[in-house]
Structures are given as structure tokens and as C-alpha cells.
């Protein structure tokens, strides 16, 4: 046993006898308020150290009751840190929900414009749009399909596309 000048030695072993002999107390003591064995054992380290601190500053009465009062705080800390990153974890599932909800709506809207644009399209540069972009056929398949020519497909598609083009932007600047 290390002893100094001032006692420090003293109080620091008596201080560790103390927690030595609450020990198997204290850590189920801890784990019935936080419910977790391991938090338990470092909380019980924690509130030993502190023990041991406090013990070589000043003459501590009841050290025992000293030791599970410092656990017993550190429990309730590390439970209101738990509840606040918890807290903490809720409002940001609810941000991104609230995000997610905002972006469904922005799509929901631009697919609504982009089909009252194509629903707006002559009947026949609407069927081509839908074949070559929709349902990927080639321009020589489409004129097969329809009973027109490549050529005539391939205007039919430029107009379709331009007049597309035409109404979302004008759309869009609204």
C-alpha cells in the first residue's frame, strides 16, 4: 500500500475495498435501471473511479450510499442521452418521410404533366411516341405496325418530340 503524505493512499484503498465488496450490488443494482449487463459493469466502473476521486479530495460519510447515488446519476444520464438520440432518431425518420412524401408529390405532378402533354399530341404521333419510347420498337418496326413508312415515322416521332418539348416547357414555366 502506497501511502502519501497527506493520506491519499488511504482513502484511495479504502475507497477500492468499498467497491470491491458492493460490486456484485452496484452492477445489479445498474442493470435493473438500465437493462443492460454490460452498460451495468461500466457504469459500476465509473461510479468507483468517481468514488475513489471524491475519497482522496475530502472525507466522504457514507461511502457505499456515495457510490450507488453517483451510479444510480450515471444510469439516469445515459438513459436521457439514450431517449434524446432516440428522440433525436424519430424527428429525422419523420424528416425523411416528410422528404419522401415531398418528393412522391413532385413526381406524381411532373408525371401528370408529362401525360396530359402526350395526351394532347395528334392520335397519330402519340402512337409513335408510344411505340419508339414506351414500348422501344425501332422506327422500321413501327412503320410494319402502322402501314407507314420509316420515313413517315421518323416525322411523325420529330413533331411528337417537339411538340412534347414545346408544351412541358411552357408547362413548367407557369
Known amino acids: 500500500m502506497s501511502v502519501t503524505p497527506d493520506g491519499e493512499g488511504d482513502a484511495a484503498d479504502r475507497a477500492a475495498n468499498i467497491y470491491t465488496q458492493s460490486y456484485a450490488d452496484l452492477t ?15 457504469l459500476a466502473q465509473e461510479a468507483g473511479m468517481r468514488l475513489v476521486a471524491a475519497m482522496r ?21 445515459q438513459l ?30 411532373e408525371v401528370a404533366l408529362v401525360s396530359n402533354a402526350i395526351a394532347a399530341l395528334p392520335a397519330r404521333a402519340r402512337a409513335v411516341l408510344q411505340l419508339a419510347r414506351i414500348e422501344g420498337y425501332s422506327q422500321k418496326e413501327i412503320a410494319a405496325r402502322l402501314g407507314i413508312t420509316p420515313k413517315t ?22
Open 28 to 42: 445489479r443494482f445498474l442493470r435493473r435501471l438500465c437493462g443492460d449487463p454490460a452498460l451495468a459493469e461500466d
Open 57 to 77: 479530495q475530502e472525507a466522504v460519510a457514507h461511502p457505499r450510499a456515495f457510490l450507488f447515488h453517483v451510479a444510480a446519476n450515471l444510469a439516469r444520464d
Open 80 to 109: 436521457r442521452r439514450r431517449v434524446v438520440a432516440q428522440e433525436h432518431a424519430d424527428m429525422q425518420d419523420e424528416h425523411e418521410a416528410a422528404a419522401g412524401a415531398d418528393q412522391i408529390a413532385a413526381v406524381q405532378q
Open 153 to 174: 415515322v421518323e416525322n411523325h416521332l420529330t413533331r411528337a418530340l417537339a411538340q412534347l418539348t414545346a408544351r412541358l416547357r411552357m408547362r413548367g414555366r407557369q
